[in-house]
């Protein structure tokens, strides 16, 4: 089979195009501005493509708010954005339009969840959390083999925590006192300390404070979730020391509450993406195996 895929990001579209084993045969990326300007090439990238073979299904795994639900009428629109121009625009329309052949739907981080579940560091496992921190903080959940959508869709990276003394006044979310995102997203970071997140490699502060944050919001998201494996990935976790202060941090705010193997062997439960980078366009692909096989 010949897959579509469309990682639709806030700043970037990545378009590309593989097959069921989770091969990227190629990829482009088309910045993200308006419905108006970017759609068009989009769907022009796709044609090109198309006309040079069949292509069978698209995966789309997009930026939210976003409409999941299959019988909602606004399903696979853009919700309460504050990238103005993408309200309520339904993406998948747009491609339905110009494409007649099944297509598949879901967030961002669900899709880089089911990448990673799919061909990645999760692979065999049913009940897994991908947390991305980058330029925001999302989570994407499977529980039982099936993506969590319920009443929206998760936005576990606005999740409350405690901010740490003497850091109070740090949290940059406009809706929220100290929630994860408004404290340790990207942005976050370089405000708190004015310089770029990537130059601040030797800085221990710097980690220690992030780890912190991240260490107790994912204490939370095991308590609650339960999940049998849990990949970080966004740009701030290049910062590979991070993963060893987290693994510490969340063994002693767990404080031994919860005893399973799992939290016994934390350097494999608490893993780096595993996919270069590629599990969001590859969570596509399979997004696009889905909505063929449910269609035939
Ligand atoms: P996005 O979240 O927009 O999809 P990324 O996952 O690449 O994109 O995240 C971008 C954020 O990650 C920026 O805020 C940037 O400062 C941060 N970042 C990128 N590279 C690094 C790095 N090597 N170390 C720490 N932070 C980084
Ligand atoms: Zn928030």
């Known amino acids: 089979m010949r897959y579509g895929a469309l990682e639709a990001g806030g700043t970037k579209m990545v378009c590309a195009i593989g097959d069921e084993t989770g091969r990227i045969y190629e990829q482009i990326s088309i910045p993200t501005t308006t419905p108006e300007e970017t759609m068009p090439k989009i769907i022009e990238y796709f044609k090109m493509k198309e006309q040079e073979g069949h292509i069978d299904a698209i995966g789309v795994a ?13 399903y696979g629109s853009i919700l309460d954005t504050p990238k103005l121009p993408w309200r309520n625009f339904s993406i998948l329309n747009a491609l339905k339009e110009s494409f007649p052949i099944p ?3 879901d967030t961002d981080v669900n899709g880089s969840c089911l990448g990673e579940m799919t061909y990645g560091s999760a692979k065999g496992l049913d009940s897994v959390m991908y947390i991305t921190i980058g330029t925001g903080i999302g989570a994407g959940i ?4 099936k993506l969590v959508h319920g009443m929206l869709h998760p936005e576990a990276g606005h999740i409350l925590v405690a901010p740490v003394a003497g850091d109070e006044k740090h949290c940059i979310c406009p809706y929220h006192k100290n929630c994860l995102e408004g404290l340790a997203a990207g942005p976050s970071i370089e405000k708190r300390w004015g310089e770029k997140a990537a130059n601040l490699v030797n800085r221990t502060e710097v980690w220690e404070l992030e780890s912190e944050y991240l260490a107790e919001a994912i204490v939370n998201f095991i308590l609650t979730v339960s999940p049998q494996r849990i990949i970080l990935g966004g740009g701030v976790m290049h910062q590979e020391q991070l993963f060893s202060l987290i693994r510490r941090k969340v063994v002693e705010k767990m404080n031994g509450y919860i005893r399973t193997p799992e939290m016994e062997d934390m350097d494999c439960y608490i893993v780096p993406a595993s996919l270069h980078d590629d599990q969001g366009i590859m969570g596509c692909i399979r997004l696009a195996e ?3 096989q449910q269609e035939t």
């Open 62 to 74: 997009a930026f939210g708010p976003v409409d999941v639900k299959p019988e909602s009428p606004t």
């Open 103 to 105: 297509i598949g739907l």
């Open 142 to 145: 499977a529980i039982g083999g």
């Open 290 to 292: 889905l909505a063929l």
